[in-house]
């Protein structure tokens, strides 16, 4: 019996200035979006938890972007929460991944595809291990 994976994200934008720090973006294109870490790794949990993780990032470019999609597609935010992060401003992407029915190494990808002519596809990962409720750590 096949498992239907979920993974649920949430999107928000900030027009507060970015909190990120700037030695986190070295390896971060200069146009663009910058995340402040591009993989999450959630440890050892038990089956049956729901995983949630905030991904921060700042538009970097000199653009107005757009996050168009986000995949895996049901995991998109809600077209209502999608708006356009200007020059400077910060955003969010909430990630939350049902364990319900895993066990062992995951890695899951979130892909994030946006309106940048440059930099337009972001990968995301979350990744650790997840042991059965009977399993011992």
């Known amino acids: 019996q096949m498992c239907k994976e979920t993974v649920l994200i949430f999107f928000a934008v900030s027009n ?12 971060q294109p200069k146009s663009g979006l910058a995340f402040d870490h591009m993989e999450y790794d959630f440890g050892i949990v038990k089956s049956d938890t729901i995983v949630t993780h905030v991904y921060t990032f700042k538009n970097v ?32 992407l909430k990630v939350s991944f049902r364990t319900r029915g895993r066990h062992g190494k995951q890695n899951k990808r979130i892909t994030v595809y946006t309106n940048d002519m440059i930099h337009a596809v972001y990968r995301l990962y979350l990744k650790g291990e997840i042991k059965r409720e009977n399993e011992s750590e």
């Open 16 to 27: 507060a200035s970015a909190q990120i720090q700037d030695s986190n973006l070295l390896d």
């Open 61 to 92: 470019s000199l653009d107005t972007i757009r996050i168009n999609q986000v995949a895996p597609r049901e995991a998109a935010p809600d077209p209502s929460d999608s708006e356009e992060i200007v020059p400077g401003n910060t955003g969010e």
